[in-house]
């Protein structure tokens, strides 16, 4: 496990990394956002970006893909894909170079079909991956006809999904895809998450670390618009003193006092570690 967040996911050098970040800093308005954050994301399997709310978990996939706010702007260090720098690029500079993002709220046109979302996602000349997203979602082929917006949750992170892999994308990046999900649709979405790792290497924002735990291999944690740990995700969330300290796993607090979002989370927790708190938190995948 490593406590130098400039070193990336482990010592074993391995095959390149997807994405690197070094020493992102991200300025928005007059507010320094991001101020050091540095990883790497294998190009297999899924790394999970941790955090409590507000650290800046969103900020920087989206200075990633040249998507900040108005008045925000990347103000120092690299963002490298598949070694390419990309630091600062347009967003569809960054999506031609093959990264595949899910917004936080899917990005999915509810009025229109599941055929038509996908239709609408296609990129350039292709070569478009229909008959992957149909292997991996079935459901997808079944259901192309009915309009997005009368699916299920997990049903709609599927569109979400296939969205982002119909096209040749290098990564995707997925933000917070099981925030205010009931429990059987929470074990939906790591279902789909999990058969979408398998053929692309993913970055999930998540904060649900039971969806951590059975999804990442590599784990990112941001604390103040700085990395503050990365490493294996497992044996990150089998440490009880490192989940508390970054995560604030088991802290006690009163709703809100770690910046978390009483009432957000629907359904019942898993409780498997026993423990309930706020900003992040365990519920059944
Ligand atoms: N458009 C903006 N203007 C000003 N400040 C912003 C803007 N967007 C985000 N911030 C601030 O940047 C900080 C990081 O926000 P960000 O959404 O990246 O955190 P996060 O870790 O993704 O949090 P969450 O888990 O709540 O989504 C927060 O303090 C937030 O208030």
């Not at 600062?88 to 917004?103: A, I, L």
């Not at 259901?143 to 290098?170: E, I, P, Y």
């Not at 590599?218 to 604390?223: E, K, M, N, Q, T």
Request: glycine share 14%; net charge neutral.
């Amino acid at each position: 496990m490593s406590t130098n967040p400039e070193a990336g996911s482990g010592t074993d050098p391995g095959p390149p990394p997807v994405l690197s970040v070094r020493d992102l800093r991200v300025r928005i308005g007059q507010s320094s956002i991001l101020q050091g954050v540095g990883f790497d994301v294998a190009p297999t399997g899924t790394t999970a970006l941790l955090g409590r709310n507000g650290v800046g978990k969103t900020t920087t996939v989206r200075a990633v893909l040249g998507l900040l706010p108005e008045g925000g702007e990347v103000t120092g260090g690299t963002v490298r894909l598949d070694g390419e720098d990309v630091t600062g690029h347009r967003t569809h500079t960054v999506v031609r170079r093959g990264v595949g993002y899910v917004p936080e709220d899917r990005g999915v046109f509810g009025s229109l079909t599941v055929a038509e979302n996908l239709a609408l996602a296609e990129r350039g000349s292709g070569p478009h991956h229909y008959d992957l997203v149909h292997d991996l979602f079935p459901e997808l082929k079944a259901r192309r006809g009915q309009r997005a917006g009368t699916l299920s949750g997990g049903q709609q992170q599927m569109v979400a999904l296939a969205r982002a892999l119909l096209n040749d994308n290098r990564l995707v990046i997925v933000d917070e895809p099981t925030k205010g999900l009931a429990p059987r649709v929470v074990t939906e979405v790591a279902e789909v998450l999990q058969r979408a790792a398998e053929r692309v290497p993913v970055l999930l924002v998540e904060q649900n670390l039971a969806v951590v735990r059975r999804l990442a291999r590599d784990a990112v944690v941001l604390d103040a618009g700085r990395t503050v740990h990365t490493g294996d995700a497992a044996a990150l969330l089998a440490d009880r003193e490192l989940t508390t300290s970054l995560l604030g796993v088991g802290r006690h607090e009163r709703a809100g006092q770690a910046g978390g979002r009483p009432g957000e989370q629907s359904g019942e927790q898993s409780g498997e570690q026993g423990q309930r708190e706020h900003a992040t938190k365990e519920t059944t995948p």
